[in-house]
């Protein structure tokens, strides 16, 4: 009986350890009571927490439009130059009339140039069949180059507009930029799992010429989820003019890595065709959570690059034991 009752306690921890999500909630949870003990004073206060929450809000958008180019057996690298062209363009247009253009105006060119660099890169990977790590590659030079020539290689004031709303505001104690995430989320989570493109997403990532020959147009459902990884950065330099009140050429400079390790971490194959949209939330956190852990215990800035590279490595890894012992 006991060597039975054994066996059962070993497969329960071992079904817990199975699924990413949950490994990542426990370290989650270990490395907050961590900072709990070692930072009483400073770590677990409702600011620093909503601190935490806003930056990994920041993640966890760029990463919903990831999360879904990589399930399809792709990968965005261009997102950081496209945050930044985004608010570039937008603010220096607004600043060419004098600073009295129509907020309104400048959300549509902030979610326009998102589309239009996501489309670009949809029709390089899929049209014309570029590797998506070439053809990201080289739109990020592109919106790297377009936001120093519109900018001049500084920031550009923007000021104060209801667009504030999306950044600096609080509902409470509440950033909107959270209350943002969360919807996006639910609504990225609702997409792949009740609707026909949504399935078709993971269809293509598992097998793309199965899918075609049952009928799937892969070229466009690679070309949509490119699109969606454009909205998605025009979404995050939204939240970062709202913030900042400026935009600059380098503010989304290092966002593509970040997004990768946010959906690898929350348990996205980078084979394509696995992943739960959900879990980019925990992959965010315990991204902006290992950030602040830096800042609390102040660790010098540039080994945060080192730990990042290690849990992009450490993550991928993971997987790919996973579906090696689910091969045997």
Same mark, same amino acid.
């Given at each position: 009986? $006991?060597? =039975? ?9 071992? /079904?817990?350890?199975?699924? $990413? ?5 426990? @370290? ?24 935490? *929450? ?9 990463a ?14 261009? @997102? ?8 570039? %363009?937008?603010?220096?247009?607004? $600043? ?10 400048? *959300?549509l060119? !902030?979610?326009?140039i +998102? ?13 014309i ?13 592109? /919106?790297?180059?377009i ?11 923007? +000021?104060?507009?209801? %667009?504030?709303?999306?950044?600096? =505001? ?5 950033? !909107?930029?959270?209350?943002?995430? !969360? ?10 799992k ?6 078709? !997403? ?11 020959? #049952?009928?799937?147009? #892969? ?6 989820v ?16 709202? &913030?900042? =009140? $400026?935009?600059?050429?380098?503010y ?10 946010a ?14 949209i959900?879990?980019? @939330? ?13 800042? &609390?215990?102040?660790?010098? +800035?540039?080994? &945060? ?5 290690i849990?992009?490595?450490?993550s ?7 579906? =090696?012992?689910?091969?045997?």
């Amino acid at each position: 009986m $006991q060597g =039975k009752e054994k066996e059962q306690t070993g497969s329960k921890i071992k /079904g817990i350890f199975a699924h $990413q999500e949950m490994v990542v909630v426990l @370290v989650i949870i270990v490395i907050a009571i961590y900072l709990t003990i070692v930072r009483p004073n400073s770590f677990p206060t409702t600011l620093n927490i909503f601190n935490v *929450l806003r930056q990994a809000s920041h993640y966890a958008v760029l990463a919903i439009g990831m999360g879904f180019v990589i399930i399809t057996g792709g990968v965005d690298l261009s @997102v950081g130059a496209v945050i930044a062209c985004t608010i570039c %363009i937008a603010t220096y247009a607004n $600043q060419a009339v004098g600073g009295s253009l129509n907020p309104l105006i400048v *959300l549509l060119i !902030i979610l326009v140039i +998102g589309m239009a660099f996501g489309l670009l890169n949809g029709i390089l990977v899929a049209k014309i069949g570029l590797p998506p790590f070439i053809a990201t590659m080289g739109v990020l030079k592109i /919106g790297n180059g377009i936001a120093l020539l519109v900018s001049g290689g500084s920031p550009i004031k923007y +000021g104060e507009s209801w %667009i504030s709303v999306f950044g600096g =505001k609080y509902i409470g104690s509440v950033p !909107i930029s959270v209350v943002f995430m !969360i919807v996006a989320v639910i609504l990225a989570w609702l997409f792949a799992k009740y609707t026909v493109l949504g399935r078709n !997403i993971y269809a293509v990532g598992c097998n793309e010429k199965a899918a075609k020959l #049952s009928g799937i147009d #892969s070229e466009k459902v690679m070309i949509f989820v490119y699109v969606l990884s454009g909205v998605m950065c025009a979404c995050v330099g939204l939240l970062m003019l709202g &913030q900042l =009140k $400026q935009a600059g050429p380098s503010y989304g400079d290092g966002y593509e890595l970040d997004a990768i390790a946010a959906c690898v971490i929350g348990g996205i194959s980078m084979a394509g065709g696995e992943g739960n949209i959900f879990g980019v @939330v925990l992959g965010a956190v315990l991204m902006s959570l290992l950030k602040n852990l830096f800042v &609390q215990i102040a660790v010098p +800035g540039y080994w &945060q690059t080192v730990v990042l590279g290690i849990v992009i490595i450490f993550s991928v890894a993971i997987d790919c034991f996973r579906k =090696k012992h689910e091969a045997r």
